[in-house]
């Protein structure tokens, strides 16, 4: 089965205009992605295919009649009132969401008394909405961000003059774990908009798996520099029977540490965001006997999931591996009914297929076998294999 991944490659950073400017190059239809944009408020979308540094790309103009500036609450009260798709326009909320909160930090206020002002205009809704609906007509099935460049020197607002990257920006990236990379180049390669898209679209940091390419397209940003101010996403299709997944995996030994500590230990991570955690038992230097905490993770959980180790153990350090692909099967959980002692209990059962839908493994939730078990006096095991056997039955019956 192939699926499509779409993979950001903002070398030059990254703005609203440019995100819609190379999904339209890479062929989402320009028609339906302006007359969205042009409905969103008094506003023209002007698309134009120009060249840059031999380069053919596209670029997006908006053009606004008012600069009138809203408050958060009035932008989602004006983006809820868009007659746009649905799904368009909660990601529109959701990516305003972002921005508020960054906003919100920044500058000291409740989100009810913010207001902005760049980002509340008519253009940069019609930007947000824009690139949503591009997205959205694109449908990949994970979307990828290689490292971002930002720029340094100042940036003019109504607020006054800031330095660069605009705070706001470093707010969004710091909740979303975007990759970022300091570049000599005096200007805003990283709007805040653009953090804010891609904060909110991007589920997956490293490269992806290997892929074939199946579209490139080029957005021009409106700065000139003295390299090519181009933002360019690149759609690619995996052949898969299981779903890729980036982690991390940390490691750390111990020699001093008890039993009743570990298991806290293990619980307090899987509780903050842990994929798994094991304990391995080993031999250690001098002969000593310790023990490997190691864990996975997603990327950007595993700076946290390290001070907890730190915080728990008196680990002086946490070995961080390089950022791998996992392969995982799809998951779903389902309820079963199973008939007990002539009584009908309900077991939840967990269910993993391949991307084809092929049922893998069916395994029964242990809390529901244990607390089943306690009731009736039988064995645990038994009722494991009592629900994952009917599970087994129901998976034919119905040809899941």
Not at 9 to 23: F, N, Q, R, T
Not at 64 to 69: G, I, K, L, N
Not at 91 to 119: I, M
Request: aromatic share 4%.
């Amino acid at each position: 089965m192939s699926v499509d991944l779409l993979v950001f490659d903002p070398v030059s950073g990254a703005s609203g205009d440019m995100i819609i400017s190379a999904l339209i190059d890479l062929g989402v239809d320009q028609s339906r992605v302006v007359d969205v944009m042009e409905s969103t408020s008094d506003v023209t979308v002007e698309v134009s295919h120009i060249n840059k540094f031999g380069i053919a790309c596209v670029r997006t103009k908006v053009l606004q009649r008012s600069v009138e500036s809203r408050g958060y609450e009035e932008v989602k009260e004006h983006i809820e009132g868009l007659n746009i798709p649905s799904e368009v326009r909660a990601d529109a909320l959701r990516v305003y969401e972002r921005l508020a909160r960054a906003e919100s930090r920044v500058h000291g206020v409740s989100l009810q008394d913010l207001h902005f002002h760049e980002v509340g205009c008519d253009d940069a809704i019609a930007d947000i909405v824009g690139a949503c609906t591009a997205i959205n007509l694109l449908r990949p099935e994970h979307i990828y961000c290689n490292t971002i460049s930002i720029g340094t020197g100042v940036v003019e607002t109504s607020h006054g003059k800031y330095p660069l990257p605009a705070p706001a920006t470093l707010e969004v990236i710091m909740d979303s774990g975007l990759p970022v990379q300091q570049t000599s180049v005096e200007g805003e390669l990283l709007t805040p908009t653009g953090a804010a898209i891609l904060a909110h679209f991007v589920d997956r940091h490293p490269p992806p798996p290997p892929m074939t390419i199946r579209g490139i397209g080029y957005g021009a940003g409106e700065a000139e520099y003295e390299h090519p101010n181009l933002l360019r996403v690149i759609l690619v299709s995996v052949e898969e029977r299981l779903v890729p997944e980036s982690i991390e995996v940390l490691e750390t030994n111990i020699d001093d540490v008890t039993g009743e500590i570990t298991g806290h230990l293990i619980d307090r991570l899987l509780e903050e965001g842990a994929k798994d955690v094991c304990i391995i038992p080993v031999t250690m230097k001098k002969n000593r006997s310790g023990q490997i905490v190691q864990v996975i993770a997603e990327v950007h959980d595993s700076a946290h999931l390290a001070e907890t180790i730190i915080e728990e153990t008196g680990s002086l350090g946490v070995r961080i591996m390089p950022a791998r692909h996992r392969l995982t099967a799809r998951r779903r959980i389902d309820r079963i009914q199973v008939a007990i002692n002539s009584r009908e209990y309900s077991f939840r059962v967990k269910i993993a297929t391949d991307t084809h839908g092929k049922v893998i493994d069916v395994s029964a939730e242990f809390d529901d076998c244990r607390e089943i078990a306690r009731r009736t006096g039988i064995p645990a095991k038994q009722i494991i294999r009592l629900v994952e056997e009917k599970g087994w039955k129901e998976i034919e019956k119905y040809n899941l």
